[in-house]
């Protein structure tokens, strides 16, 4: 899916808050910039075309061995080879896949793109996990009986570091590809930095899909740089903390409904006005991003996500809506 | 293929002169990497999901509507995604491809990932221009009978700007995508950034194919300034000239052979060694990188490609093979 996702902000001309993208923006990106800055002479040399030593750096970090990881440009691209890896595995009445809406639309996209069609028992299941954009977290016990159930199971864990409750750790499971998410992780959505983990059979089968050169050498940079010094971009505690405030203080809001969230982020929605309509007034009126979430299958027009940002910008949020519906 | 390119400078630890990408190392990019690093925060938001500002920016630039250019991460990219398309136009028995040996290996690489098998009259027809590994640029009237002859003609212009000579015009032809290259163009292969052009309605059959945010911020960035600037980052009839004097040196020495070459790069062979003992030797003894061309189909154990640099490295690689074969 192009159009349709969050974090639009080319659309809009003063946008000041942005709570459309599950990504706190005030991370503190000032040492990766200095990093990046003295690495811009790579711009000048085809980078790895595999992105081999970033792969063994990132299985170093995570205790795996290089050849269960796979550096992609973000979960995004990983999804896509995933997908084309699994089609082509599968003959073509086995070509079908299961997910679990509302979730992240490009499981759906990337399956049918390579010609699976969704199904109740699908080849393949795809679970985002902590979910975008309920923020939910599914327990050890689902995960096992989904891999038990379907020939392959991918958790996306892009939302990992975001997670408010321990995440099961079903990594090992043979028949299960992890997704990870640096963009996530590190807030750095501009730079395309993903990677997947799986047994090295599995590995090797996605592998074999990919092109050269997929990941730009900045990327590459950042991400050597960034899986050496593992630094922290916010206080997480206090940022999964003020998730919760944001939360409480939205769901008192006259016709304001809020799920429950284990994350960073959480679906909303409106009584008496459309997600579309609030998100207008707020961008033009406040200089304010939402996600109109009403494109998720399953969502109706009035659902909506926001992902806590900093105190003051969360206050200011809760002002405009209460405003707003009142 | 993801190993065996050339650029491969990471394998070695200190490569002083890099002939073996064919891109002249001595670009000045330091207008580019200014621009870069006051926009360092871009790494900080998602790019547009299919960059379609950029592609309004290309198209302006080079006189076509936005309808008929689509932005890749990469020519490499475009080559995966044309494939990709392509074989979804065909019935299995039409999933054929012709290429002209020796050429880039990429697209023999992308057709057959996507199912289509090389033939001599085949649905698509790939063709490089100018050629790598060879330098040679084919003339209209061959590129017209191309297109009539195959129901898709695929274009890769990504040497355009280091031809020799005026490349012909088949932009327009209703059945012919061209790819471009501003890796080749501007010297920067570490941020991979291509485009291809082609009537509207072939361009969206390729835009279906890709996912979201394939091209990094900074890459989009880059293409931004660079479409607008249009900075000149070499003397290109002074390193033209220079390529040719490279040329005649080279063919003067005893056991080497040097093709005609139209570009900034020629095709060599070496007699009584192979292009791998070759290369071993002037890396490990001279820091110099060359590229062993013997994996491109079609050639032998023999032959190597180099592409010009500075006067005073060519007349320092011409000295070190002149003192290997003697």
């Known amino acids: 899916m192009i159009d349709g996702h969050g974090d639009d902000i080319y659309r809009y001309n003063d946008i000041r808050m942005n709570f459309s993208s599950n990504i706190p923006s005030f991370a503190d990106l000032s040492a990766l910039k200095s990093h990046l800055y003295s690495r811009l002479a790579a711009i000048a040399s085809y980078p790895q075309a595999s992105g081999e030593a970033l792969e063994a750096k990132i299985a170093h970090s995570i205790g795996r061995k290089a050849s269960e990881v796979m550096v992609t440009s973000g979960a995004t691209e990983a999804i896509y080879l995933i997908a084309q890896a699994l089609a ?8 079908t896949y299961t997910v679990f809406h509302p979730t992240f639309s490009e499981y759906d996209s990337a399956c049918q ?3 699976m069609r969704p199904t109740e028992q699908g080849t393949s299941c795809w679970l985002c996990n902590p979910n975008n954009p309920t923020g939910t977290i599914r327990d050890e016990a689902f995960i096992r009986q989904l891999a038990q159930r379907h020939r392959w199971l991918v958790v996306d864990q892009s939302y990992e570091d975001y997670a408010a409750a ?3 750790d079903v990594g090992s499971l043979p028949n299960v590809i992890c997704l990870h998410s640096m963009t996530k992780k590190y807030c750095i959505p501009g730079l395309r930095l993903g990677y997947l983990t799986a047994p090295a ?4 089968m996605v592998r074999r899909e990919r092109r050269p050169w997929a990941v730009n050498a900045l990327a590459i940079e950042a991400g050597l740089w960034l ?6 971009m916010v206080d997480m505690p206090a940022y999964l903390r003020e998730a919760q405030r944001l939360r409480s203080l939205l769901d008192t809001i006259p016709g304001i409904h809020v799920g429950q969230t284990q994350t960073n982020f959480m679906l909303c929605t409106i009584d008496g006005h459309t997600a579309a309509e609030l998100k207008e007034h707020l961008a033009l009126r406040h200089g304010i991003l939402i996600r109109d979430a009403s494109n998720f299958p399953g969502l109706t027009p009035h659902h909506f996500r926001v992902a806590a940002q900093r105190p003051e910008e969360n206050d200011t949020l809760v002002k405009v809506i209460t405003d707003y519906v009142s």
């Open 88 to 95: 082509r595995q599968c003959a073509e009445e086995e070509r």
């Open 113 to 115: 793109m390579f010609g």
């Open 201 to 204: 059979p599995v590995v090797d």
């Open 166 to 168: 321990q995440l099961p």
């Open 227 to 232: 899986a050496k010094e593992q630094p922290r």
